[in-house]
């Protein structure tokens, strides 16, 4: 992508705004976002560019959601694993202790990427509550949407996933695969009898840094890929749409459909 720049392009956020409502991106769609920046090619103006664009697709009426995720304040993550490994004990303890709190106003998300970033640092933006899955929205339903995010439900019907379900979102993947389609999540949880697991991160009550510990379903992504593809090959129409954005081949999805289809896929498969 290049370097990010905070000063869009004029003319580059016309032609990725057309570019989207090609794809099929409509005025007052709920949209979300999942973007490999790299993927698209060179932007002048970087994702300040992007983020226009794609509020100029949606209009005054449409909403972005982007995941916010993070990863830095847990030592349950296979991010954390990776960090530490090869450590001894004393040096595990002191990453562990170095982790700072979570904070929905200031916490970044940078494994989500350039957009994510500059969605969630935008003025007006939303952010919901969950201490590892939050999401970010701009628009006029960035508050319902985001609303009653429990933070011992990741991805599942008290988290933003399940709201943007019932208000018939699409999922944009600018530059990305199937593999990082977020909402096949909410599918999970939907599934008879999930497996759970343990979590763990560091958060801030009342501003006293403590390590909280939760339950909840076992997240595993590992064939969303081929989940993807068996959605993709028995698609409706209007289900899935396929473009070039920039250099970047993209897909435009409705979340519903992905879901259901998701829900019975994985109870067949797993």
Known sequence: MGRVSAVSDPDSIERLAAALSALGVRPGDVLLVH????????????????????????????????????????????????????????????????????????????????LAETVRTAAGARRSGHPQTSFAALGPAAGKLLAGHRPDCHLGEDSPLARLYEADARVLL???????????????YR???????????????????????????ALD???????????EESAAPGDVRKGLIGSAPCGLLRLRAAVDFATGWLTAHR
């Open 35 to 114: 973007a490999s920046l790299r993927a698209t090619g060179p932007v002048p103006g970087g994702p300040a560019t992007v983020l226009a664009a794609l509020r100029r697709a949606v209009g005054r009426a449409g909403t972005l959601v982007v995941p916010a995720f993070t990863t830095e304040n847990s030592d349950t993550s296979p991010q954390y694993r990776a960090r530490v490994h090869g450590l001894d004990a004393g040096a595990r303890e002191a990453v562990r202790a170095a982790m700072p709190p979570f904070d929905p106003a200031l916490t970044p998300a940078p494994s989500m990427g350039a």
């Open 174 to 188: 600018l530059g990305t695969g199937y593999a990082t389609c977020t909402a096949f999540h909410l599918a999970e």
């Open 191 to 217: 599934t008879p009898a999930p497996p759970l697991r343990r979590y763990r991160c560091v958060v801030a009550p009342g501003g006293v840094r403590q390590w909280w510990e939760y339950e909840d379903v």
């Open 221 to 231: 992504d590992g064939d969303f890929a081929a989940l993807g593809a068996a959605f």
